[in-house]
């Protein structure tokens, strides 16, 4: 593919089929083909370009957006695209815009929470585009606490329509996405009154703009919010501001699958149960968990090639200077997040099972699993977002000054990718949800309740609460029993502590808010275990080709171990390790490192990143770094002239003393 | 001061005297007046408005730069600034220009480097700044790595010059500030080579541009090096790319004060010590000290108003709802990082002694110290920094969703802080410079050798070895006692565990090599206690004013409470402390958060930055946030038009279905 490959040394030493992982990665070689094909299609087409996203102003950036999202319908038309080819083609496209949550959230809440009559008028009109929609819930007053919304939908039974007004500044809708210039349409989530009763929150289909002139339809104010973190970044999105003035809509364009308005104003549940909401959470979630794994993946796959690039300290008789990626330090800190970035990726991988499975469960009435199901969501979204959010700034530091460059790619992509942390639920507000649900399972153990899914293994409390390890040697942490007794030992203890510390408040509620830094941390235990029981159910599978289990084994290893090690203090405090044992792992994890060394650039290409994608010189496929850094320089506006704009006014004057009568 | 005031209930419980912790907090009555002076100055002037950073290009932003950078000079002259308040005026107008460079890195290191002679000529210069000079070492291959510099400066006996050469890409220069559009001059760090003979790295004064028409001289090459990480941020300095072709300077532009060139291409020594040049590197790290605290106490204070004014769920009959900043995981993620800033602000005014301290020593030809003084502030810049640009995100974080907007003032400061971590030093290679002082430090433990300063714990290794905590009630935890002898037997019981394994190696260096993500650890563990003991230092001594003494206490236990929650493993495993004992410092840590609660806005006040400084809506001083998000929301510019700009292109042709002959 490309001409010289400075990293073919590198390449030439890896001990497994990369081609063979890819399609591991991918998850099947189905995935692997579309994506494979998708990448490559906006790779290779120029009105895809990226590059000079940093220099645009505001209105040049968003104009350029407008015109990719049209560009990339025009071709998932004509190419007769599937809906997967479709979404893989707008994921490649690598820049948020109004089409994400016209996809994402509008689409999927109608779906969700509408009736089969709304489907077919909504969906129908919204498939095609004819309608473009957000998903407008959050206010300025108002966005974890959805139920404190205090947008009004008054019913006028008059009329037969709702009224839907912001009675406050801080009713003002605040943060949706595709809403501040763009959207046509929006699911307006507002507090349902009828006859002076509030009826909490729900949703409903409200026209913003005319499909004639596209401005904003009577009694609707509407504005993008600003400027947000980084450079082009989140800024490519008119997240916006909406309020009403009475906006009268008719009442057919209530959300109306689980509870109902009936045109004599009563407030009726329909017989489908309100636990179907849950699923639309549930699939959200599972996108953000396997949109982690991508982008952690694509930071670490930069930081690892550029360190097998990057040479510093160490030469000897005027060779070469040592490869950073050979420094140990460097390793203890990349290798734990390449790792993680397979491991996120192949627990993503099973919540797109957990939530097919869920759903089959729900259409069959069965909602037991439920609970446990959607604690294991949040508690996943709260637990890879923010891995992964820390671990794409390790990477930029990883990478020295030039990291701190957007050429680099990194600046970019975490500001960009730094908001997964907050939007479907602040990422410590849902390990308190987690937290919740432990501490309810914890007050069950021993009642015979069966506990099953992800709480399965407290079945064994009894064993898990006086157990000892058993390793004895740093070869033992490599087999998956003893790390997940460790793994399991811990995250039981912990909530059972919190449990036995809230029983002492004067009252559970009291004490779960006392408590709720150590509920908090009992979260991340359950969550970190749930991951590494997945990473450890993935390589008993099957697994084809050359050289794939050990590589996975040795990563899934580092995962669970570099974690062990951050958590130490955990693990000890709870008796389930003990120092000596706790040693013997660190030992291990640096044997892991030196096994995944010369094979950790064929890991990260079996990510199968193009350069388009992956955006960052420094992580360019070919290791080319240097002139490609010093030819990108020379691209900035501040080089379009020899002599800056500025210097006769400001500069010469200071240099010449004359600044007294100088205009500033 | 402002109309309303949102926050003055948190301010009335405040159960200290705010006036008179400013007084701490800036260091002395005097530093406090300058700094309030100042910064009143900056925030009135209109000149120095800084609230459209955000949506400037690259151009305009360096442009109006260049114009603050010389309304500042032209304000400091015609107000005959003293040199302190001419710092700390550019430290308000609070955007990084050329100026930073000039005079914070070329001046010294002409001052530390250069003769008697060269001060006269170009620090005369440099002080009315006729010449504009910045710091050019770092090259496109070499940062970390100063001695592996590739520029060269060959003497030429025949005409008494050195010519500087660039002989490969990757001896460009790269990185320094202020280099690429405005410097006039430079010291160059370069290859001394004198017959063929290869002396090594040394600085020469260079001059760049022409002070006639700014054009750069015959043979050189600049340029700008590109965007940076964030909006404004970075972006207004011009980090350059600089190329030499056989550029010829006068021998006299060499910095001789520590060796020498003679007319006959003598390389000779003079009787000034080589230490010498350690000064200049302290001096600089105590700074980026003292600036982390700034940092970090601005989003903690943006943060801390801002959770007093954020109210989300838990509102009783109608009630107003909770205060963010009640909920006890908002307070442990948020309060141990106004202890650090705190901490910060005291072990930088501690560096500021130590600088005077060994400055004097160095005059009177003693060396002692300058090891351990080097190990110190390397390791305490290290530490500080990493701490503060995770903290800057963690407040970010606490602040939700809005937090994300560039109007909370956090991206930018993030990304404008961020490359701390790396600039002078990366904080890693910091890490194992400490960590290769404390493994000497070790390894003469018993040699009788007199053990000082930051190390003088290590004198009482027989004891730290093998002592255990006496520590029996969270009370216990208070008392700066038992504090210290855990961290101190932390610290050291780490550093001989890592001798220890090195000594089982093949041979040191091999050992250190494979160790030296241990060793960073231990560093940071030796570090954590320098600040720790300087916190305690200071509140043990002479605090007047009403409560100021509880409040810091309180920080201090905070500060060392919550690390040792956070490296729990380490204390543990060394067998510093019981896990009952971590319980107790666990529970203590909670109740002095409950202690810092009322206090904490009155504790951000204390650092008494305006509103300018702080930049930022969610930590406006009134608390008036709602509104004044609102008001700016609209300025972006993308709401200068209700239907955006690429609607006629982009948008309406896709909503009709018309996308097929559209222009894309
Ligand atoms: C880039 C971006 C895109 C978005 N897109 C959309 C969109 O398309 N549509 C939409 O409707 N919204 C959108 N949002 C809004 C987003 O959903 C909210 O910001 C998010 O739900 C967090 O709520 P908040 O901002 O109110 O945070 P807050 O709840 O105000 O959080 C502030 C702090 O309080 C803490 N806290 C809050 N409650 C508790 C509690 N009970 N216990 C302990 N701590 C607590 C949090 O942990 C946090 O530290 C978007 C936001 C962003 C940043
Ligand atoms: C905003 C900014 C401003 C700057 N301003 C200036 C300026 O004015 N003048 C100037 O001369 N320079 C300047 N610099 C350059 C700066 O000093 C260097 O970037 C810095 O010294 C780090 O060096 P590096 O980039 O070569 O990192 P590298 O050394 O390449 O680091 C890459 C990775 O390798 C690791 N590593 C390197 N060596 C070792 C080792 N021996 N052991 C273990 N790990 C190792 C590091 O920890 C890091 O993770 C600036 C940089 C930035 C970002
Ligand atoms: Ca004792």
Redesign the pocket.
Known sequence: MEEVDHLAHERNKAQFDVEAMKIVWAGSRHAFEVSDRMSRLVASDPAFRKDNRATLSRKELFKNTLRKAAYAWKRIVELRLSEEEASKLRFFVDEPAYTD?HWG?FIPAIKGQGTDEQHQKWLTLAYKMQIIG?????ELG????VQGLETTATFDPKSDEFIIHSPTLTSSKW???GLGKVSTHAVVYARLIIDGRDHGVHGFIVQLRSLDDHLPLPGITIGDIGM?FGNGA?NTMD?GVLQFNHVRIPRNQMLMRVSQVTREGKYVQSDVPRQLVYGTMVYVRQTIVSDASCALSRAVCVAVRYSAVRRQFGSQDGGPETQVIDYKTQQSRLFPLLASAYAFRFVGEWLKWLYMDVTKRLQANEFSTLPEVHACTAGLKSLTTTATADGIEECRKLCGGHGYLCSSGLPELFAVYV?AC?????N??LL?QVARFLMKTVSQLGSGKQLVGTTAYMQRAEHLMQCTSDVRSAEDWLKPSFILEAFEARALRLAVACAKNISKAPNPEEGFSQL?ADLAEAAVAHCQLIVVSKFIDKIQGDIDGMGLKEQLQALCGIYALSLLHKHLGEFLSTGCITPKQAALANEKLRSLYAKVRPNAVALVDAFNYTDHFLGSILGRYDGNVYPKLYEEAWKDPLNDSVVPDGYHEYVRPLLKQQLRTAKL
Do not use: I, R
């Open positions: 949550l959230m957000c998903y407008a819930q959050t108002h966005g974890s606490n943060w949706p996405g947000k989140y997240n908001p907050t939007y479907e639920g602040d410590t507000v308190l709720s």
